[in-house]
C-alpha cells in the first residue's frame, strides 16, 4: 500500500479538538493501515480490560485490508479516499435492540451528505447509504453481551468519499459510488469527518445516552478522559 500523503492525512488531534466534551470522539485514533477499525478497537478494547474504556472512543484508518461489510462481505477501501472508523459505545438496550444502532448511524450519515454537501441520500435497509441507487456509504454493527453492565457495542462506518470509478474493484463499479462522483468535486475528508462526528454524539445522547452533560464537559470529566486517553496510541 502507498502512503497516504501527509496533507491528505486524517489528523486525530485536530478531529478531537473540534469536539470538547463530546461523548464520541472523546479519543480518537487514526491508523496508517489496518485489518479493519472494528478489529483495532476489539483489541484494544482487550488489552486494557473492557470496563476500563468508555464509550465512545473513534478508531480511523486510511487503509483497511479486511473491511467488513454486512453478512461477511468485503468493504473495499482505497487508501485515503474514504472515511473507514469504528466506534466503542454501551447503550443500554437489549442485543435483540442492535438493529436500533444501525438505524442511527445510517440515518446520521444520510442527514451530513444532506446538510453539508447539498445531496440527497436515500437509505437502503439494513444498513446501507445510496446516492442515485448506488451506495455510497455502509454501516455494520456487532454486539457482545456484558456481565451486570451495558452490552459493548462497536460500530463499523465505511463511507466512499474521494474515489473515482477506477478506484472500485471491476465487479462493483456498477454498483458503487463516491461523494466525489456524486458532486463532480473532490471533498474535504477532515471536514466531513467533523461534521458526521458531531451529528453521530449530538443524536447518540439523544437516542441512547443518559447522560448528556453537552460539549462543554466539567474539568473532572475530561481530566478523567485524559488520562484513560493517554494509554492509546495515535499512529
Not at 182 to 200: C, E, G, I, K, T
Request: net charge neutral; with cysteine; glycine share 6%.
Amino acid at each position: 500500500m502507498s502512503t497516504v500523503e501527509k496533507l491528505d492525512r486524517l489528523a486525530a488531534d485536530q478531529l478531537k479538538a473540534k469536539a470538547p466534551g463530546a461523548i464520541i470522539g472523546w479519543e480518537i485514533i487514526v491508523l496508517e493501515q489496518t485489518s479493519s477499525t472494528s478489529d483495532a478497537i476489539s483489541r484494544l478494547a482487550s488489552t486494557d480490560g473492557l470496563p476500563s474504556i468508555p464509550e465512545g472512543l473513534v478508531v480511523f484508518a486510511e487503509h483497511q485490508t479486511h473491511g467488513r461489510g454486512q453478512r461477511g462481505n468485503r468493504w473495499e477501501s482505497t487508501a485515503g479516499k474514504g472515511l473507514w472508523f469504528s466506534i466503542l459505545l454501551r447503550p443500554e438496550i437489549p442485543l435483540s435492540d442492535s438493529g436500533r444502532l444501525t438505524i442511527w448511524a445510517i440515518e446520521a450519515i444520510s442527514d451530513v451528505i444532506r446538510s453539508e454537501l447539498g445531496l440527497e441520500p436515500a437509505i437502503k435497509l439494513p444498513n446501507d447509504v445510496q446516492l442515485t441507487e448506488h451506495k455510497v456509504a455502509g454501516v455494520l454493527v456487532e454486539m457482545r453481551a456484558q456481565h451486570k453492565a451495558p452490552h459493548l457495542a462497536v460500530v463499523g462506518i465505511g463511507i466512499n468519499v474521494n474515489q473515482c470509478r477506477d478506484d472500485f474493484p471491476a465487479e462493483l463499479r456498477d454498483n458503487a459510488i463516491s461523494l466525489a462522483m456524486a458532486l463532480s468535486r473532490q471533498v474535504d475528508r477532515q471536514n466531513f469527518a467533523v461534521a458526521l462526528l458531531r451529528n453521530l454524539d449530538l443524536t447518540y445522547r439523544e437516542k441512547f445516552s443518559k447522560a448528556v452533560p453537552g460539549f462543554n464537559s466539567s474539568p473532572a470529566t475530561t481530566t478523567t478522559r485524559d488520562k484513560r486517553a493517554a494509554k492509546f496510541p495515535t499512529a
